[in-house]
């Protein structure tokens, strides 16, 4: 996903907010990426995860990306990240994973977060 975000925010500014478990964000070789990511174009925010810092972020935000891999364990998520975007208003941008596919009509489904984004843009309404 970061490539392609990081090639759209040279046609527009980008924030990406995590909301998550910064002791798993810190372990992980992700963290690094997104650091290495950044820039004045894309910026990053990390805040800790909590209920109140996810409703927060929601009722913040301009769009919910849902990300995901091809995975054996990740193709069975539920749809509950998708959902609570959904019920905050937002415009949800999700990998489509199999628990996601009732909801398509609510949401933009592709593995090219980048591309949904340019989509929203492109149609605000």
Known sequence: MLPGLKS????????????????????????????????????LRLTPWSLQATWQALA???????PSLPSVKKLV???????????AGRLVLAYPLPS????A?????????AAGIRAALADPK
């Open 100 to 103: 996601y596919q009732d909801l």
């Open 77 to 87: 998520k539920s749809p509950n990240r998708a959902v609570e975007g959904i019920r």
């Open 8 to 43: 759209l925010s040279r046609e527009v500014p980008l924030e990406l907010h995590l909301v998550t478990d910064l002791n798993a964000a810190k372990q992980s070789p992700l963290l690094g990426e997104l650091q290495r990511a950044v820039d004045q174009r894309l910026q």
């Open 60 to 66: 913040q935000c301009d769009l919910v990306v849902v």
């Open 105 to 113: 009509p609510g949401l933009w489904l592709g593995d090219d977060m």
